[in-house]
């Protein structure tokens, strides 16, 4: 094995690094977080800034290139920014991005670019406001405003996450990618997966993507593309266009042979794979003040434990951790 990169047991090279702030949000999303949950990780299990920032510098010394910073929702985090400009001036790390729901970004989406952020993943389930505020609780106008604030101060690309709920959004997809070929984003299209007794409950909406790309297909020309940096998806370019429609697909056609990403978790935790178990605890480590070439180590025992992949088929009931407690 190379000494600057991560591989684990099935060849594949870790490159990425999905990273928690926070188990909060400020939404209620059906499929993450059941209404009325109470039981978020306590602030002083939380990774201090410093703590983050040895664990991803360890990261970047392997090889990993590129982190996202991901929640719960991730701007509930205060001062964020100055985590962003902390990591950003990491050497080795070429690419910074950041998933979010949007509904803080139009304050902090200028000084989150300044501090370094680039890319922007949005959720975005519905341009209804009705359907909007059942599937989240929340208010579309206000992360429309913010998803503009990050246009506006030159985030790019930004590509719009939708979870395609089966009689809740499914009749709405043309609409949102009009909406993202307008803005000049790129759409992704997901499927439900069976994380936590919501993720389980969300199955009774779940829909096969395979159908819906074909559906896409009658009205719209669907070219196979790569977009680069694009994780999971399937790209498709819209006809002659420059849009691009992207299928996450973990149930109907997963990618688990192409996985390159671990996720860290607010307290520390280290999850080999979304859909299993494996896991390596990080904060315990760090909070014995384990030096820097001994957390490299620990680094390269815990990728030893990512499986194969995971089964949402198989064992939909294995998950009961939330997604938002697992850093999406």
């Known amino acids: 094995m190379n000494e600057q990169t991560l591989t684990d047991p099935f060849g594949r090279r870790i490159a990425y690094l999905r990273l928690s702030v926070t188990d909060r949000c400020d939404l209620r999303c059906g499929y993450c977080l059941p209404k009325g949950f109470k039981g978020f990780e306590e602030p002083e299990h939380w990774l201090s800034f410093e703590e983050i920032g040895r664990v991803v510098a360890a990261f970047t010394a392997l090889g990993v290139r590129h982190v996202r910073i991901t929640g719960g929702e991730p701007l509930v985090r205060r001062n964020l920014p100055d985590l962003a400009e902390r990591l950003s001036a990491l050497p080795g790390l070429d690419d910074l991005s950041i ?3 949007c509904t803080r970004m139009d304050a902090l989406a200028e000084p989150l670019y300044r501090a370094g952020v ?3 993943n949005v959720s975005l389930d519905s341009l209804r406001p009705e359907v909007f505020k059942e599937v989240t609780g929340g208010d579309l106008d206000k992360v429309l405003r913010g998803i503009a604030a990050a246009r506006e101060v030159g985030f790019a690309p930004i590509r719009v996450n939708t979870v395609v709920m089966r009689g809740v959004n499914d009749e709405e997809i043309e609409d949102i990618l009009g909406y993202c070929a ?3 984003f790129t759409l992704r299209l997901i499927e439900t ?3 936590g007794a919501t993720g389980r409950g969300a199955q009774d909406h779940y829909l096969d993507l395979q159908i819906v790309r074909r559906r896409l297909e009658q009205s719209f020309e669907l070219i196979s593309d790569i977009l680069p940096g694009g994780g999971p998806a399937r790209y498709y370019r819209v006809g002659a266009t420059e849009t691009r429609i992207g299928f996450i697909t973990p149930i109907s056609q997963h990618f688990c042979e192409t996985c390159n990403r ?3 978790t607010v307290d520390g935790t280290l999850y080999l794979c ?3 178990d494996n896991s390596y605890a990080l904060r315990p480590l760090l909070r014995d003040g384990i030096g820097e ?4 180590a620990h680094l390269r025992s815990a990728i030893a434990l990512k499986p194969e992949r995971h089964e949402f088929k ?3 009931e294995k998950i009961i951790r939330f997604m938002s407690a697992t850093g999406g």
């Open 99 to 101: 998933s979010s729901n």
């Open 274 to 276: 979304l859909g299993q």
């Open 314 to 316: 198989e064992r939909p």
């Open 118 to 120: 680039r890319r922007l």
């Open 193 to 195: 997966m069976p994380i």
């Open 293 to 296: 070439a001994d957390l490299i």
């Open 262 to 264: 671990v996720r860290l």
């Open 182 to 184: 307008e803005k000049g």
